[in-house]
């Protein structure tokens, strides 16, 4: 198996940090946007099917869950404050409420979290990414 992303088109390529990022919080490959970035809930694929990038070398660790927990966190402050005033709830129903809602916005958000991280290492050329970053290769600086 090649070591090396394939050329591809500059066209297929982000033209600029903002496309990258939203193809992988759209779980496409950050580099040609064609096939899937993942090839489990949160498991990478290794090299893309249609431009052979090389997927391993990102190093997301704990960035993806922190950008979840700070998003659901602003999202459910002021369901939280709602629910608080409506005294017509009973405490414990507004608790069951407010963690079933925080678990899946938390669930929900880690994977497009995990793909933009990834997507912008590449972007910058960061980790094992430096040889090749993808501005560069879009010819953007």
Not at 60 to 70: E, F, G, K, Q, V
Not at 92 to 119: H, R, S, Y
Request: aromatic share 6%; charged share 10%.
């Amino acid at each position: 198996m090649p070591t090396a992303a394939l050329p591809i088109n500059l066209a297929m390529l982000p033209q600029g940090v903002g496309g990258a990022l939203w193809r992988g919080i759209k779980g496409k490959c950050p580099r040609c946007g064609e096939t899937h970035l993942f090839a489990r809930f949160l498991k990478p694929v290794e090299r893309c099917r249609r431009c052979n990038q090389n997927w391993t070398l990102h190093a997301a660790d704990d960035i993806p869950p922190y950008i979840s927990i700070l998003l659901t966190g602003h999202i459910m402050a002021p369901v939280i404050i709602e629910l608080g005033l409506n005294t017509a709830i009973p405490g414990w129903v507004m608790m069951i409420i407010v963690a079933v809602m925080a678990v899946t916005l938390l669930i929900a958000l880690l994977q497009p979290a995990k793909g933009a991280v990834i997507a912008l290492q590449w972007w910058l050329g960061l980790n094992g990414f430096s040889p090749a970053p993808g501005k560069a290769e879009a010819g953007v600086t």
